[in-house]
Nanobody, 122 residues
Framework: QVQLVESGGGLVQAGGSLRLSCAAS????????MAWFRQVLGKEREFVVC????????YYAASVKGRFTISRDNAKNSVYLQMNSLKPEDTAVYYC???????????????WGQGTQVTVSS
């Protein structure tokens, strides 16, 4: 069982930056692929980025590639999302998720955080 808690969301102007954090419980954090998804109310959940357990491989959605950076610190049971050059269309609730598979499919993720709101004003 893994519990995930996100933090770092907030309100930022377009072009600004935010850093999201996700803290995980448990002693086997390094076995999980970690990902960030986002969801706008009334729309489907959208994959943002994932990172493998060792932190050596990442995969980004085209919409965020070059602007967002995922990283993880297995010693701290944490994963991070640095978001730069934010756009109003990045506004969403951002969720941290853990999976035993390296995948961008949300149904393959076993554990989810409660989400953190990111709002980008124009």
């Amino acid at each position: 069982q893994v519990q995930l808690v996100e933090s770092g969301g907030g309100l930022v102007q377009a072009g600004g930056s935010l850093r999201l954090s996700c803290a995980a419980s448990g002693r086997t954090f390094g076995v999980y692929t970690m990902a960030w998804f986002r969801q706008v109310l009334g729309k489907e959940r959208e994959f943002v980025v994932c990172i493998n357990g060792a932190g050596t491989t990442t995969y980004y959605a085209a919409s965020v590639k070059g602007r967002f950076t995922i990283s993880r610190d297995n010693a701290k049971n944490s994963v991070y999302l640095q978001m730069n050059s934010l756009k109003p269309e990045d506004t969403a609730v951002y969720y941290c998720a853990a999976s035993y598979k390296y995948t961008d499919h949300d149904l393959e993720y076993n554990y989810w955080g409660q989400g953190t709101q990111v709002t980008v004003s124009s």
